[in-house]
């Protein structure tokens, strides 16, 4: 696997050995399908960064408060990660080619597709949410790939 940035190493160590064990599995099909490895572009995040990324949903009320009266993103978070607490992120996301990104791992469209579909058909989760999700929340087109919690 290859990452976006270095410290992103360190947050797959830290994520939920399920994560891990998902996103080694489709670093190795990506390998043996499209014959390339899978750029790692985002793995934990704190609870400041889903408030950043989401401000928009708070202002429509999806919050909760906290110390000091301040509001946050009360909305599914798969990717909050909080060592302190034994938080460990249940997500990653793995770059895709987009808007002239094209970076080496960055996945082609058709292929983000391709390993969508098999990975959320690969490993099926009991409360129906899928495992594998090409999606874009404001940073770029990428695929989301989460375990339940
Ligand atoms: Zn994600």
């Not at 489709?26 to 790692?40: N, T």
């Not at 599914?76 to 080496?104: C, E, K, Y």
């Not at 989760?125 to 090409?134: F, Q, Y």
């Amino acid at each position: 696997m290859l990452w976006k940035v270095d410290p992103l190493e360190m947050e797959f160590l830290e994520a939920d050995p399920r994560l891990q064990a998902l996103m080694l599995y489709a670093d190795w099909w990506s390998g043996r399908q499209f014959g390339h490895e899978l750029l790692v572009t985002d793995v934990g995040r704190s609870q400041s960064e889903y408030d950043r990324i989401y401000a928009a949903k708070i202002a429509e009320g999806l919050f909760f408060i906290g110390e000091n009266g301040v509001k946050h993103y009360a909305g599914p978070r798969p990717h909050l990660a909080d060592p302190l607490h034994g938080i460990r992120t249940r997500a990653g996301d793995f770059g895709v080619q987009h808007g002239g990104l094209t970076g080496a791992g960055r996945l082609l469209m058709a292929n983000a597709r391709r390993l969508e579909e098999h990975l959320s058909a690969q490993f099926r989760r009991s409360d129906r949410k899928p495992t594998a999700l090409l999606h874009d929340v404001g940073s770029g087109q990428h695929l989301h790939v989460q375990v339940e919690a």
